[in-house]
């Protein structure tokens, strides 16, 4: 597809248990960027990794969050030991070049994680 | 801390109505604000505004930053119910495009 493409959309799991949430970007845009969205607050940074450069890391909540980028595309984010506070929304970005000159970021439809 | 304050965090308004958003910013280092606009879940880029008093304009919305007092805002005028949204406010902290948001405007239109 032509856009950002995230899955899955909508993830039910129970506290205690591992997830994985998955990221296709745009093709060809070596930029890549994971933010958190929980219920009436605006996107919080996590991750993000530009071209083969090492990923900034800086606004990842615990060691319990990780991510990879394989191959400078697809990205993995993962969540360990899932806790009910880390329910929210997972949006996932790309860019064709650092997006701070730009500023434009694709984003996609994000996945909703829900930790009972 | 850079910080990005939005208000108000919510609207309602009327179609047909003019809507004014403020953004104001705390950045170690200012490259850039920018706005988006969230319907139901991916943010869509509206305007990218780097220099004070130059207004950017795209149809019915327009936004302005100002660098001395270090706030932004966009207008929506003749709001329209395809306006409803939540418009987020960012600021890159980095060179790379690390952004930090502003917690949004929920702006609801009515018929």
């Known amino acids: 597809g032509a856009g950002v493409s995230q899955s899955p959309s909508n993830k039910v799991t129970e506290k205690g248990k591992d997830v994985e949430l998955r990221c296709d970007p745009i093709?060809?845009?070596?930029?890549l960027y994971w933010y958190r969205q929980s219920l009436g607050q605006g996107l919080e940074f996590l991750i993000y990794?530009?071209?083969?450069?090492?990923?900034?890391k800086s606004g990842l909540p615990s060691d319990r969050f990780s991510a990879e980028r394989t191959g400078g595309s697809v990205s993995t984010l993962t969540i360990q030991r899932t806790q009910q506070e880390d329910s929210a929304v997972y949006l996932c970005?790309?860019?064709?070049?650092?997006?701070?000159?730009?500023?434009?970021?694709?984003f996609g439809e994000g996945s909703r994680l829900t930790v009972l | 801390e850079d910080k990005v304050v939005q208000s108000p965090l919510s609207l309602v308004v009327h179609e047909g109505d003019t809507v004014t958003l403020n953004c104001s910013y705390e950045v170690t280092n200012f490259r850039s604000l920018l706005w988006y606009k969230q319907e139901k879940k991916a943010p869509t880029f509206l305007f990218m505004l780097t220099s004070s008093g130059i207004e950017k304009k795209s149809g019915r919305l327009s936004s302005i930053l100002d660098k001395k007092e270090l706030f932004s805002i966009l207008n929506i005028t003749a709001t329209q119910t395809g306006d409803s949204a939540i418009y987020l406010c960012a600021v890159p902290t980095d060179s790379w495009g690390k952004l930090q948001f502003g917690a949004g405007t929920q702006v609801v239109v009515t018929p």
């Open positions: 093709s060809g845009h070596t930029a």
């Open positions: 970005a790309s860019s064709p070049r650092a997006g701070g000159y730009t500023g434009e970021l694709f």
């Open positions: 990794f530009q071209g083969n450069s090492a990923p900034d």
